[in-house]
């Protein structure tokens, strides 16, 4: 039978492999839990940093179609590189349907998609495929034009080299709108097990269009 020293120490390499092996990029959100009209199209392009352990920086470009009163179809496009090393790249691409609710303050989205990666070491090099159900809670408060949102995001994702992990993204956002654009404003955390990293995010969007 083991001791606890034992134990303590299966625990500790337990955790440290779970933070070296995660990968996933907490990517800002912009966008909130109301839906769009149909056939409205809405279009957000924005950058991302990040600091912690395997953190990155990088740029998204957002776009929203309205399918019904309560149904957007969602995608999304990023490239980034890991801040810790100059010679890589990650590529990443989603897309899914977003349910809302009649009351426009909850949302639940189920982006599905890919990354392909290049990093130093090729420990999650080649493609990763991605399964991302998020949830999302809005609400207003005193000037109608700004909104904040949290949202919390599941990813499932399968490489070929390192197999099948899971994560948890969560984070808060903030849109501001204006007589013409909106700025969005994000900070992200995930984790697979320990903390292990903070991303902050800005972008920028006209307003929905026909």
């Given at each position: 039978?083991?001791?606890?020293?034992?134990?303590?120490?299966?625990?500790?390499?337990?955790?440290?492999?779970?933070?070296?092996?995660?990968?996933?990029?907490?990517?800002?959100?912009?966008?909130?839990?109301?839906?769009?009209?149909?056939?409205?199209?809405?279009?957000?392009?924005?950058?991302?940093?990040?600091?912690?352990?395997?953190?990155?920086?990088?740029?998204?470009?957002?776009?929203?179609?309205?399918?019904?009163?309560?149904?957007?179809?969602?995608?999304?496009?990023?490239?980034?590189?890991?801040?810790?090393?100059?010679?890589?790249?990650?590529?990443?691409?989603?897309?899914?349907?977003?349910?809302?609710?009649?009351?426009?303050?909850?949302?639940?989205?189920?982006?599905?998609?890919?990354?392909?990666?290049?990093?130093?070491?090729?420990?999650?090099?080649?493609y990763t495929y991605l399964l991302t159900p998020t949830l999302y809670k809005s609400w207003k408060y005193g000037n109608p034009n700004n909104t904040s949102t949290f949202f919390?995001?599941?990813?499932?994702?399968?490489?070929?080299?390192?197999?099948?992990?899971?994560?948890?993204?969560?984070?808060?956002?903030?849109?501001?709108?204006?007589?013409?654009?909106?700025?969005?404003?994000?900070?992200?955390?995930?984790?697979?097990?320990?903390?292990?990293?903070?991303?902050?995010?800005?972008?920028?969007?006209?307003?929905?269009?026909?």
């Open positions: 039978m083991k001791g606890p020293s034992s134990l303590i120490i299966v625990l500790i390499t337990t955790l440290m492999g779970m933070v070296f092996s995660n990968c996933t990029t907490a990517l800002p959100e912009f966008q909130n839990a109301a839906s769009l009209a149909p056939r409205e199209h809405h279009i957000a392009i924005g950058g991302f940093s990040g600091s912690g352990l395997n953190a990155s920086t990088g740029g998204i470009a957002v776009c929203n179609y309205g399918l019904t009163q309560q149904l957007d179809f969602t995608s999304n496009l990023s490239a980034s590189r890991l801040n810790i090393e100059q010679n890589n790249i990650r590529i990443t691409t989603l897309a899914g349907p977003k349910w809302s609710s009649a009351s426009n303050t909850w949302a639940l989205s189920a982006p599905i998609g890919l990354s392909y990666s290049r990093t130093f070491n090729d420990v999650d090099g080649g919390a995001r599941s990813e499932f994702a399968y490489n070929y080299i390192r197999g099948r992990w899971y994560s948890i993204v969560g984070g808060y956002s903030q849109e501001i709108m204006t007589n013409q654009f909106i700025h969005y404003l994000s900070v992200s955390g995930s984790t697979n097990g320990p903390f292990y990293g903070v991303y902050f995010g800005y972008g920028l969007s006209l307003k929905a269009l026909r």
